[in-house]
């Protein structure tokens, strides 16, 4: 068997489409949507991410602001900036990049920001809401995964899914996303204290990588015609690497590759929570008067 491609780079671009049609009834009531970055430092990776979600918010209508500090920031100066993006009503979300640089605590960033304005969902409070089924902007990895699964026809009701990874970012929010009533799956969370990672992979029906280890996931590890997710980006010489082994194709029904399947899909849900923030906040203005000057 060869597994078949969940194509995030393809739904994407539907995504975006559709975003594209928002953002114009928006800015008919008179809102632009404006994305804020805070990037912090001069990490490769992190400044090309960064850049990848200018070029998006382009696509799409959504206006940019970009924040860049150097490394050496002191964390007063890092609060102010978040401060002045909290306060300018031209920024209707932003994100606050990470890693950021050894020294300043990202948790404490993250619980600076305004809840109405986190586009990464990863604000405590939003982080809270999702634990307690209240709406709140998701976060956009896990969302973006659960679009790529349901947009394909994947069952997720009843399905056993292994999630590799804890972090804050993916594992851990996906485990809360999938166990919802409405996704129903049945979630492992596979982490680095886990004795025997691969006797909870054989069993699943879904398996989503996101530990950051090339190929740490083989084929051997994989049951026949299981769906299996990469999240892991780890770049090498060869270029960029995921956590699933190439022999996972010969094994699987899907695969969602790297890259190409959930990296496209994070930028896309980053742009929806965007546009979601900005229509929350023109019903709550309400709609423009038709009538001159009142
Ligand atoms: N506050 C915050 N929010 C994030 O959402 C966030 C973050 N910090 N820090 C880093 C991670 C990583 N991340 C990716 C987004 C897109 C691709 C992506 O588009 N990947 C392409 C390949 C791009 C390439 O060539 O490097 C693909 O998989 O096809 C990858 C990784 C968002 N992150």
């Given at each position: 068997m060869t597994a078949q491609l969940l194509d995030g780079k393809a739904l994407a671009a539907t995504i975006k489409a559709d975003l594209t049609e928002r953002v114009r009834a928006l800015a008919a009531q008179g809102v632009t949507p404006g994305l804020g970055t805070v990037l912090v430092g001069d990490d490769p990776g992190s400044k090309a991410y960064v850049a990848g979600k200018h070029?998006?918010?382009?696509?799409?209508?959504?206006?940019?602001?970009?924040?860049?500090?150097?490394?050496?920031?002191?964390?007063?100066?890092?609060?102010?900036?978040?401060?002045?993006?909290?306060?300018?009503?031209?920024?209707?979300?932003?994100?606050?990049?990470?890693?950021?640089?050894?020294?300043?605590?990202?948790?404490?960033?993250?619980?600076?920001?305004?809840?109405?304005k986190d586009a990464d969902g990863l604000h405590?409070?939003?982080?809270?809401?999702?634990?307690?089924?209240?709406?709140?902007?998701?976060?956009?990895?896990?969302?973006?995964?659960?679009?790529?699964?349901?947009?394909?026809?994947?069952?997720?009701?009843?399905?056993?899914?292994?999630?590799?990874?804890?972090?804050?970012?993916?594992?851990?929010?996906?485990?809360?996303?999938?166990?919802?009533?409405?996704?129903?799956?049945?979630?492992?969370?596979?982490?680095?204290g886990t004795v025997d990672v691969a006797a909870h992979t054989r069993t699943a029906d879904i398996i989503v990588a996101a530990a950051g280890r090339p190929g740490l996931i083989t084929g051997d590890m994989v049951k026949p015609g299981a769906v299996c997710v990469d999240v892991g980006i780890t770049r090498t010489d060869a270029g960029l690497a995921g956590d699933l082994d190439a022999s996972v194709r010969e094994v699987a029904s899907w695969v969602a590759p790297v890259p190409g399947g959930v990296g496209p899909m994070t930028r896309a849900m980053l742009l929806t929570n965007v546009v979601e923030r900005a229509e929350a906040l023109a019903s709550v203005r309400g709609p423009r008067s038709s009538l001159p000057g009142i």
């Open positions: 070029r998006d918010c382009a696509q799409v209508g959504i206006a940019s602001l970009a924040v860049e500090l150097p490394a050496s920031v002191s964390e007063a100066e890092l609060d102010d900036e978040i401060a002045r993006l909290n306060a300018d009503p031209a920024c209707t979300g932003y994100i606050v990049q990470l890693p950021l640089p050894g020294g300043l605590d990202e948790n404490r960033a993250l619980g600076l920001i305004d809840p109405d405590p409070v939003n982080l809270g809401k999702l634990v307690l089924g209240d709406p709140a902007p998701l976060p956009c990895t896990p969302r973006g995964i659960v679009e790529l699964l349901r947009r394909n026809g994947i069952a997720l009701s009843g399905a056993e899914v292994c999630v590799i990874g804890r972090g804050t970012t993916v594992g851990r929010p996906l485990g809360l996303l999938l166990t919802r009533k409405s996704e129903n799956a049945t979630v492992t969370l596979c982490h680095t």
